[in-house]
């Protein structure tokens, strides 16, 4: 069953953009990991502000009880050579770093301000190739819903999980462009032909 960001947010389907902006800010302050709130619990309303927060993305939402791959992902990407597809997950990397308060004593309420617009800038994706690209390497092609377009080199031998960081290629903010982190994911075929099937016999007595 899909997430009810309203819910998770605990407000209102006819809430005001102050009042999910405060909700989001008053969860995120709870449950902050630096401040021992649960992890999980905060990348889940890091999710539900990044849809709610938006105003096209909270009005597919509304309409459609979801939005597409695009929601902070690759919107509209297109597949690298060959056919390999995206795999995806709309959501974004949180990265709060530590800080102390600026000189003249900004206070708590400026440093969380300049965090929060940090958190909302940094968008994490994650990009599904195929066992050959992982193991030989290759180059992918790509176009953001941010209208960028990426060129990523994945050296031969990359690793499940591998991830690669595109500063200010992320979600623009009053403070500047965050950063686009690409996470890798390795797709296991779920059916092989006769002769793939040989070729990765050949590759396992080889490595035996």
């Given at each position: 069953?899909?997430?009810?960001f309203?819910?998770?947010?605990?407000?209102?389907?006819?809430?005001?953009?102050?009042?999910?902006?405060?909700?989001?800010?008053?969860?995120?302050?709870?449950?902050?990991?630096?401040k021992?709130?649960?992890?999980?619990a905060?990348q889940?309303?890091?999710?539900?502000?990044?849809?709610?927060?938006?105003?096209?993305?909270?009005?597919?939402?509304?309409?459609?009880?979801?939005?597409?791959?695009?929601?902070?992902?690759?919107?509209?990407?297109?597949p690298?050579?060959?056919?390999?597809?995206f795999?995806?997950?709309?959501?974004?990397?949180?990265?709060?770093?530590?800080?102390?308060?600026?000189?003249?004593?900004?206070?708590?309420?400026?440093i969380?301000?300049?965090?929060?617009?940090?958190?909302f800038?940094?968008?994490?994706?994650?990009?599904?190739?195929?066992?050959?690209?992982?193991?030989?390497?290759?180059?992918?092609?790509?176009?953001?819903n941010?209208?960028?377009?990426?060129?990523?080199?994945?050296?031969?031998a990359?690793?499940?999980?591998?991830?690669?960081?595109?500063?200010?290629?992320?979600?623009?903010?009053?403070?500047?462009?965050?950063?686009?982190?690409?996470?890798?994911?390795?797709e296991i075929?779920?059916?092989?032909?006769?002769?793939?099937?040989?070729?990765?016999?050949?590759?396992?007595?080889?490595?035996?």
């Amino acid at each position: 069953m899909a997430k009810d960001f309203y819910d998770v947010l605990g407000v209102s389907k006819g809430a005001s953009e102050q009042e999910i902006k405060k909700a989001y800010r008053s969860k995120a302050h709870k449950l902050h990991p630096d401040k021992g709130g649960d992890k999980a619990a905060f990348q889940e309303i890091n999710e539900a502000y990044q849809v709610l927060g938006d105003k096209n993305k909270k009005a597919q939402y509304d309409q459609f009880g979801s939005v597409g791959r695009g929601a902070g992902g690759f919107g509209g990407a297109h597949p690298p050579a060959g056919g390999k597809g995206f795999g995806g997950f709309d959501g974004f990397n949180v990265n709060f770093g530590g800080g102390h308060p600026p000189a003249g004593g900004g206070g708590f309420g400026s440093i969380f301000e300049d965090l929060f617009e940090s958190a909302f800038s940094q968008v994490q994706v994650q990009l599904a190739i195929s066992i050959p690209q992982a193991v030989l390497g290759d180059t992918v092609r790509f176009k953001t819903n941010f209208g960028d377009e990426i060129e990523l080199r994945i050296p031969p031998a990359t690793q499940e999980g591998h991830s690669f960081r595109f500063r200010g290629k992320g979600q623009q903010t009053r403070r500047g462009r965050g950063d686009l982190t690409v996470v890798i994911h390795i797709e296991i075929p779920h059916r092989l032909t006769r002769e793939q099937k040989e070729l990765y016999e050949q590759l396992r007595r080889a490595s035996s």
